[in-house]
């Protein structure tokens, strides 16, 4: 926790207003990929409720809502799909391209060992954050390189 708190000191000190732009904009990128996903989420919403609405003109009440739901269903499942090839054939040939470029950091068994719960949730949030979009790679790349330089000075 001491370091975690040296690290946060350090990127607060006056100096690093470069820092303080990327944490930024990070906390704003999240903010607003939030209110989007439940937009998305209501939006899906009162499409699958207008389908069933329409369907139900026509069709059993019951079988418009079956209908209406395996079709959300399949979209989901297409999406998925579909966004699943194309992130695995785009990580692949940058791993293979840039696998002797890694970068040295600290030895993190040493921290995962002494900060297990703090460890697991901050893997989990940059994992979710560095999945939501192409943008939200570059500032998450960005802060941990500057926060490594300002860390080992």
Request: a positive charge; zero cysteines.
């Amino acid at each position: 926790m001491s370091n975690l708190n040296r690290i946060i000191l350090t990127v607060l000190k006056p100096g690093n207003e470069y820092v303080k732009a990327v944490i930024t904009r990070l906390i704003i990128f999240a903010a607003v990929l939030f209110v989007s996903t439940i937009l998305i989420i209501i939006g899906l919403g009162f499409l699958v409720w207008s389908s069933f609405l329409y369907l139900s003109t026509v069709l059993n009440p019951y079988v418009a809502a079956l209908i209406s739901g395996l079709i959300a269903i399949l979209f989901a499942g297409v999406l998925f799909v579909i966004v699943s090839a194309f992130t695995k054939a785009s990580g692949d040939k940058k791993s293979k391209e840039n696998q002797d470029k890694a970068p040295k950091f600290v030895d993190t068994s040493k921290v995962v060992e002494e900060y297990p719960l703090e460890s697991g949730l901050m893997a989990m949030a940059a994992g979710f954050i560095a999945g939501s979009s192409p943008e939200s790679k570059k500032v998450l790349t960005e802060l941990f390189v500057t926060l490594s330089k300002n860390s080992s000075e």
